[in-house]
Each structure stands twice: as structure tokens, then as C-alpha cells.
């Protein structure tokens, strides 16, 4: 029996964006717009996008919180303190476009899950044999993680980013029951580890 995760990943909605999007400022040098995650939503038919919620809290306790802050007239707090998306870029590859942990929230494996939640949707969309994506030359704690994952680095993108950094193109092949079962084992781990609270 799987541990039970205090944490819930879901497909992004449209009332999702405006904390995505705060959250992608807190992220990123060079976020993207509000509108970019819009266009995302509702006019890119082959992106997938996916928010983490924070833990749910206690029965009856989200309830009186709703209708304190409605009194006060205060806004309400977001649930969502991270994101992840990707496109199919053809039938035989996904490219994970972003992703996003709240700095409140990172140091928690939370990043993990989302980059585990991404690659098991590309799986889902057979025949997807290979996921790529980009990460910073200076992210070594994002390259440890893919690494873990099975992606390896192809090349350098020379000034990909807007603030003029590099990026390392990197790709795992992910048709092989190997790694389907390698992913299996990888979120029985990340499960036992949040469900025990234990920092990764």
C-alpha cells in the first residue's frame, strides 16, 4: 500500500494563473508573462500543465478560514505553491517547458514531484520516447535532479535565456520498461520520504 502524500498535484486551471505567474517572478530572472501561461491554457493544444497544492488543512479548519478572510475582505490565500508543464513537440517527444516550486516550499523533494508527475503524463502519451528540456549552466541543484532521472547533457545553447545565459539541452529516453520501472521505484521512494515529512 502507498504512503499518503500530504500534497496533491493537479491539471492547471484557468483560476490557477495569477499564482503560477506570481510565483514564476519569485522563480525566474526572466519570467514568463501572465499571458504566455493564458495562451498555454486555452490555445496551445499540446501543452500539459499540472499545480501542486500545499497540504489540505484540518476538516472544518479551511472552511472558517474562507469565511473569515470574505468578512475582512482580505484576498484569499492560493493553494497552488508550484507548477510544472510540457508540450509534445511530435509524436515522439515531450519538452518540459517549466517548472516551479514557491521559495517558501522548495527543499522539500517537491520539486521531484513535479518533474516525476511531468515525465509519468509524457509516458502516458504513447508512443513519447524521449523528454528534453533546458536548464541554466549555473543550476547545479536542477542538473543534479535530472541527472537522477536519467537525462544526460547534449549541448550548450548559447545565450538561450533573456539574460543572456546559457542553457544545457538535456534528454532522457523513456520507452524502455526499464525505466518505466526505475520511475515506479523512484516515486515509492519520494512518497515514503514526504509522507514521512523528511526533507530531500
Not at 26 to 53: D, M
Not at 153 to 175: K, Q, S, T
Not at 179 to 198: D, F, Q, T
Amino acid at each position: 500500500m502507498s504512503p499518503v502524500i500530504p500534497y496533491t498535484v493537479r491539471p492547471m486551471e484557468a483560476r490557477d494563473v495569477p499564482a503560477v505567474a506570481a510565483i514564476e517572478r519569485l522563480s525566474f530572472p526572466a519570467p514568463w508573462p501572465i499571458s504566455t501561461f493564458w495562451y498555454e491554457l486555452t490555445a496551445n493544444g499540446t501543452g500539459f500543465y499540472f499545480v501542486l497544492l500545499r497540504p489540505t488543512e484540518r476538516p472544518g479548519g479551511g472552511r472558517w478560514k474562507r469565511w473569515l478572510t470574505g468578512m475582512l475582505g482580505l484576498p484569499e490565500e492560493t493553494p497552488v505553491i508550484g507548477y510544472v508543464g510540457f508540450r509534445l513537440l511530435n509524436d515522439a517527444e515531450a519538452h518540459i517547458t517549466t517548472l516551479a516550486v514557491h521559495p517558501d516550499w522548495r527543499g522539500r523533494g517537491l520539486g521531484e514531484l513535479l518533474l516525476l508527475t511531468a515525465l509519468e503524463s509524457a509516458l502516458a502519451r504513447d508512443p513519447v520516447r524521449r523528454v528534453s528540456l533546458e536548464a541554466r549552466a549555473s543550476n547545479e541543484i536542477a542538473q543534479r535532479l535530472y541527472r537522477k532521472y536519467g537525462f544526460r547533457f547534449r549541448r550548450v545553447m548559447p545565450g538561450y535565456y533573456r539574460d543572456g545565459e546559457d542553457a544545457w539541452l538535456m534528454d532522457v529516453e523513456v520507452r524502455e520498461t526499464a525505466y518505466r520501472e526505475r520511475l515506479a521505484e523512484l516515486r515509492r521512494k519520494l512518497e515514503a520520504r514526504l509522507s514521512a515529512g523528511r526533507p530531500t
